[in-house]
């Protein structure tokens, strides 16, 4: 039976074999591997240094579909790239008067449903709603199929939620999401948002509105292996303090009792709040 070595240097020399061994196994591999060529399939023009782009997911005709939003005068887009480098602007947002079509869509994935469409969220648009602050709605939830015909299955309207971020679609082929907004959450001024539920015909049930002290901002959502929903919150909790205002922040602070100077002035503003919208009127005139 062969002992391994007791002194220092055969410990030494054992370890030293391990890593040449190891060195050697990993050199012959990448020298077996073939050689990698980055290829750029397509430029998509329109956009600037102020684009945000959703990452892409492939349908089941092979092809890559993703959302983009140009924050410097557009409402975002949906397009098609194909394996080939072609691309094709499905649908642009905001097309219909008020945006009831849904404007600027999240710059998470879209979602492939189970019967080959894809589905997605618009941060406004739909419906106009009062606490959407832009007055072009608190967001939707639409279908859009292949070929780029949109359907908006759910608009927003403040109570139900309010800037929907997020979508997921369960084992059980309903649909489960997150608004940052919204909700009855007494706290915030809009609401503290919502996790909500959505049939595939588009009827949309709250399953929970944030208080603050249970999370503010929701931001995603995921289904494990037992079958609920895990998430977090951007912001609240019980060990939560902030101020109250300046900057214009909207939200209530008369019923929290512990309040101090919070140390990054800027942590609290909204996610992706836009600050210059331009004139939609001008569009439709």
Known sequence: MNRAPS???GKSFAILRSICLTF???????????????????????????????????????NFYGTALDFSGGYGSVYRVAATGTLTILYNFCTQPNCTDGA?????????????????????????????????GCGTVFKMTPSGVLTVLHSFDG?????????????????????????????CVD????????????????????????????????????GKLYGTTTYGGANYAF????????????????????LRHNALFPIRQRQHLPDHSARHA
């Open 243 to 262: 101020i109250c205002g300046p900057y214009g922040l909207q939200y209530n602070c008369g019923t929290v009792s512990k309040q101090r100077e919070f």
């Open 104 to 136: 600027e869509p999240t710059t998470n994935p879209l979602v492939l449903g189970t019967d080959g469409n894809f589905y997605g969220v618009t941060y406004y648009g739909g419906a106009t709603c009062a606490s959407s602050g832009i007055g072009l």
């Open 24 to 62: 050697a196994l990993c050199a012959a591999m990448v020298a077996g591997s073939p050689a990698q060529t980055f290829t750029t399939l397509t430029n998509i023009p329109g956009y600037d240094q102020f684009s945000v782009f959703s990452p892409l997911i492939q349908g089941t005709d092979g």
């Open 7 to 9: 002194s220092f240097f």
């Open 191 to 226: 609401g503290c948002g919502t996790i909500f539920k959505m049939t595939p015909h588009g009827t949309v049930t709250t399953l929970h509105s944030f208080n603050f002290s249970d999370g503010w901002i929701p931001t995603g959502l995921v289904q494990a292996t037992d």
């Open 159 to 187: 109570t139900d939620g309010n800037n929907p971020t997020w979508l997921i679609q369960s084992s059980g082929g309903n649909f489960f999401g997150t608004a940052s907004n919204g909700g009855s959450g007494s706290i």
